[in-house]
């Protein structure tokens, strides 16, 4: 048996070196380092504030911004941060998703992020400053959330205070209403699921859930007991680790019963709306149902030129994909795009972009990150394939409109914080830039005649033309530009967020959406007469809208049931409500002046100088949300700062590598007899995460029987590199009885080259001693060593559900070649296939199989064992004198899942395993009340079966037989069935399997219990 004290150092390798190695450890997506960056950075009184060339202004308006923003949280949590907090600034969404802060892939919908360690805040550029301003908020108060509850790491790991953690409708929540308060996009969101019964219970809230229904909960808490309650119940939460306890201490009721009171009010508030709003159906025909099809969204629609067909955005596939379908009844005439699966084509930009039509309708035109970088896609239509790509010198690219006459594509463009409009001749690929502005210019549509350019900007302008040099964002209307002139006007302006316009066949109409009323509706302005109409007045909201080239239909987006599904509405024109001014909504009647946002005299930051810092210097811009902009006030760049707005940055300085603690944790002790032992694992990095350190040691008596391990990666390129060190010690009792040692020393150099993010080819070289020594008779003393080249070629586009994959494929192909150097090393080549396929099923159910071989060949080949599952727990094993030599314990390979056999059963130098699964919802919710009260959600069942052999001379291997009746002999097969529960840590997993060679079947089940995902 194994030595149990080194469990501890087995686990931290596992966990930490695993994600990094890469070679045959596994399957994974691949995070890419398409560029590399030159990191400066700037200092306030609290914050460090990192960025790249081209990021200088955004970084000076963070500077701007983080302060004020820690002084109103400070006030409402009643805490002080107790160290400088770094915030890590990314010029785009592409740069944001190279980053090695944290080693977990970055989706498309991750806005930004806060490392809990380090206190790191990370986040990305995206256009909008407003949006900006809200994720940086957002982070900000995270960051002191988790400096209030925690403290400093060392000190709180002493006093186990990471061992609480607060639910995460309360962390997301809670940030989400510091940084909004409330909004118009949170309130649509909670009506529509109050409406429609799919609020969750607090204990089992998840998903996208978590931040709007927690920032609800939060405000109503905030609203009932006064702002100051979110201070004290943070404190309490400290105090008692205990959320519940923490809530009944602060507000006299806990979790359960704050769920009831908060949800009968939200009844309250939303139902009334039902009576006061159109119903979708009573004038628009659904063309798709996310509730049906299984997709969450349906966006951004586009009529083709003649009228009869629709390309849009969705996910029922679960990948983003391009679909086309007819304009009468939403049939799917095609999937035009598969998204998300090659590097290609690695992400449609789905929610900020959109679809356009050549005049001619042979082709469209979309938006796909490629190669890192965004790229403008022309497709044909008739045979899907992309017949150009336009890479431009851009941060990001969205919203491509396609010319009238054919020849030009206009877009928007982010580069180095601005988000401006450009213009692509496609014949010659000049791009030409129409806006240069700091404000977000973004969904561009061109007039019927190509001579003008609508589009949505937080640009503002009175009616008047009054002027104002100071900077404002975040409320758009729509403007037209005039490409002859190049003079912007706006067409409409009103309070609230107008979007997406498109324009009618006669160029005389543009219709929009606008969420004046607090819900977002379809509104028609005709620019003859200056006149703006609303055309619907619905309770869930309208977005994108398309008009169709003989001015007859208008198709859009709609929420509804928490999700998006496409509408045409019939001859618009016609829909003119009698009202001129929709009600608003309970929220926008209620909703309190708007505080002007403007930083004065006693809004000034500490002049006070840090302990940990220098004097700073910097200067404020004003923030007036009323203030009023055109194109003409000629605003190409940040606003000069004034000179009696004190306060300033110290910087910028360069970035140098400063390594600190990630993870620190051991134990100590001494024996008279034994000396000093312990346990410790520590993990140190640079601040940006592309140095990494790990040491594990276990001591015990002295070096020679001590485990210890030391890793370094180097992850800021392409190619990221590892090297390491080794020595462990383990102790065995063989099947005579006999005590011995091995003693297993060496080092490993290792290399992962990533294709894109779902191809990568792994190598690692290894070298490696174990030193066998006997303290029983007979004692076969040995020395065996082993140097191995390896590589693999992975493929990975797997989607991940609740308990493991639930759609795309895996592919490995490894080979491992171990040459003869000396006499006592081993000599092999090894080559193992492994071929996984998910297919989902509306979103609930997934069948699944799994194909996987291997053969090894040499002097002396690698055994490969079959049997049992993977993390078996207490696992059984079919025990021989040949399980312990130093091949077997060290050369060989397990290989699962087999249920309804012991571990090793089988064993030979080939092997070929096949599982099929069928994967289901078992319970959705279920709440234990004794000994412990918990709850677990979204617990999934299975079928399986598992037919598989080992063998080591295939002219005697024989899968079946006919002596005695048909029935399988060599291959051996187990078929039952299985349920897994995510528990939040870890995966449990229980499978019943029985025995069957198709003749017999086993009188009773084997058992598993076993920990980890589904293959």
């Known amino acids: 048996m194994f030595r149990m004290r080194r469990s501890l150092l087995i686990a931290g390798v596992m966990i930490l070196l695993l994600p990094l190695v890469g070679m045959a450890q596994g399957f994974g997506k691949n995070k890419v380092q398409y560029k590399s960056f030159n990191w400066s950075y700037l200092q306030t009184s609290h914050f460090d504030i990192y960025f790249y060339p081209g990021g200088e202004e955004l970084a000076q308006f963070v500077a701007q911004y983080c302060e004020r923003a820690y002084r109103e949280v400070q006030k409402d949590f009643r805490s002080e941060i107790q160290k400088r907090v770094p915030i890590i600034l990314y010029n785009s969404q592409n740069d944001f998703q190279q980053t090695n802060v944290i080693l977990e892939l970055l989706e498309e919908g991750v806005g930004g992020f806060t490392e809990f360690f380090k206190y790191r805040v990370v986040m990305p550029h995206t256009g909008s400053y407003e949006e900006y301003r809200h994720v940086l908020h957002h982070e900000l108060t995270h960051a002191i959330m988790m400096n209030t509850l925690y403290g400093g790491v060392v000190e709180s790991l002493l006093r186990r205070q990471y061992f609480f953690m607060p639910p995460l409708w309360f962390v997301e929540g809670l940030s989400e209403y510091e940084s909004l308060d409330w909004d118009k996009n949170s309130d649509m969101i909670i009506r529509d699921a109050t409406i429609h019964g799919y609020l969750h219970p607090l204990l089992y809230v998840r998903g996208y859930m978590v931040y709007k229904q927690g920032q609800s909960v939060i405000r109503y808490i905030a609203n009932r007991y006064g702002g100051e309650k979110l201070g004290e119940i943070l404190s309490k939460a400290r105090l008692h680790k205990n959320m519940d306890k923490a809530m009944k201490s602060s507000i006299g009721m806990g979790i359960e019963e704050l769920d009831e009171e908060w949800s009968r009010s939200m009844r309250m508030q939303y139902w009334p709306e039902i009576t006061r709003r159109q119903e979708i159906g009573d004038f628009a025909r659904q063309l798709t149902d996310h509730t049906k099809d299984g997709s969450n969204f349906n966006l951004k629609p586009a009529f083709s030129p003649q009228g009869s067909r629709l390309v849009f955005f969705s996910n029922k596939s679960d990948y983003t994909d391009i679909y086309l379908i007819s304009a009468i009844d939403g049939q799917v005439l095609d999937r035009l795009v598969k998204g998300e699966r090659s590097g290609g084509l690695e992400s449609l930009r789905y929610f900020r972009s959109s679809i356009g039509w050549s005049p001619d309708g042979s082709k469209i035109v979309f938006v796909a990150k490629s190669g890192g970088k965004d790229a403008l896609c022309l497709l044909s239509v008739e045979n899907r394939k992309v017949v150009e790509k336009f890479h431009l010198p851009l941060d990001l690219l969205s919203s491509p409109s396609w010319s009238p006459q054919g020849g030009e594509i206009v877009f928007n463009g982010l580069k180095n914080g601005y988000s401006d409009l450009y213009l692509l001749q496609i014949e010659t690929g000049q791009l030409t830039r129409l806006t240069e502005d700091f404000y977000d210019d973004a969904e561009p549509a061109w007039s019927p005649n190509g001579g003008q350019i609508a589009f949505s900007s937080d640009r503002l302008r009175d009616p008047g033309g009054a002027i104002d040099s100071a900077f404002s964002y975040g409320e758009y209307d729509i403007f037209v530009m005039d490409l002859s002139t190049g003079q912007i006007d706006p067409v409409v302006l009103a309070e609230g967020q107008q979007r997406s316009p498109t324009w009618s066949p006669q160029g005389d109409k543009i219709c929009y959406t606008s969420d004046e009323n607090g819900i977002s ?73 708007p505080v002007e946002s403007t930083f004065s005299a006693a809004d000034s930051l500490p002049t006070s100088e840090p302990s940990d810092s220098a004097a700073f210097v910097y200067q404020l811009t004003e923030f007036q949300k009323d203030s009023l902009l055109t194109q003409e006030a000629g605003l190409d760049s940040m606003p000069s700062f004034s000179a009696d707005t004190v306060q300033a940055v110290l910087g910028p300085r360069k970035y140098r590598v400063r390594f600190s603690p990630d993870v620190l944790t051991g134990n100590v002790g001494y024996d008279t007899y034994y000396g000093f032992q312990g346990e410790s694992m520590l993990a140190i990095s640079d601040l940006l995460g592309n140095h990494r350190f790990y040491l594990l040691t276990s001591l015990f008596y002295s070096l020679s029987e001590s485990d210890f391990q030391v890793a370094y990666y180097y992850l800021p390129r392409r190619i990221d590199y590892g090297v390491g060190f080794f020595h462990l010690k383990n102790f065995f009792l063989d099947a005579q009885d006999r005590l011995f040692s091995d003693r297993l020393y060496g080092g490993y150099l290792s290399l992962s080259r990533p294709f894109d993010k779902f191809n990568r080819l792994d190598v690692s070289i290894l070298s490696m001693t174990i030193d066998r020594h006997y303290f029983d008779p007979p004692k076969d003393d040995s020395v065996t060593r082993l140097y191995q080249l390896s590589g693999s070629l992975v493929h990975d586009t797997a989607l991940w559900g609740n308990t493991g994959p639930v759609n795309g494929s895996r592919m490995m192909l490894t080979t491992d070649y171990a040459p003869s150097f000396s006499g006592n090393s081993k000599s092999y080549i090894t080559v193992q296939f492994d071929r996984r396929r998910y297919i989902d099923y509306r979103k609930k159910y997934n069948f699944v199989y799994r194909l996987t071989a291997g053969v090894s060949r040499g002097d002396a080949p690698q055994r490969f064992y079959l049997g049992g599952t993977s993390n078996w727990l207490g696992g059984d094993f079919f025990r021989g004198d040949q399980y312990y030599t130093v091949e077997d314990i060290y050369f060989s390979s397990r290989i699962t899942p087999l249920r309804g056999y012991d571990y090793n059963e089988l064993q030979g130098s080939k092997f070929g395993l096949l599982n099929l699964e069928f994967r289901y919802p078992f319970v959705d919710y279920l709440l234990i009340h004794w000994p412990l009260r918990f709850g677990i959600s979204q617990v999934n069942g299975a079928l399986f079966l598992d037919a598989g052999s080992a063998w080591d001379r295939t002219e005697a291997f024989k899968g079946g037989t006919t002596e005695g009746g048909p029935r399988l002999k060599d291959l051996k097969t187990g078929f039952g069935f299985g349920t897994r529960a995510n528990l939040g840590i870890f995966v449990l997993r229980f499978d019943a399997a029985w025995k069957t060679d198709f003749d017999r079947v086993s009188a009773k089940p084997k058992t598993y219990f076993s920990l980890g995902a589904e293959f």
């Open 521 to 593: 509706n379809l509104y028609i302005v005709d620019l003859e007469e200056k006149d703006s109409y609303p055309v619907t007045d619905v309770l869930g909201g309208c977005f994108s809208p398309s008009w169709s080239t003989d001015g007859k239909r208008l198709a859009f987006s709609y929420f509804q049931k928490g999700g998006w599904d496409l509408y045409v509405l019939k001859d618009p024109l016609d829909h003119r409500l009698a009202t001129e001014e929709l009600e608003p909504t309970v929220f926008v009647t209620t909703q309190r002046e």
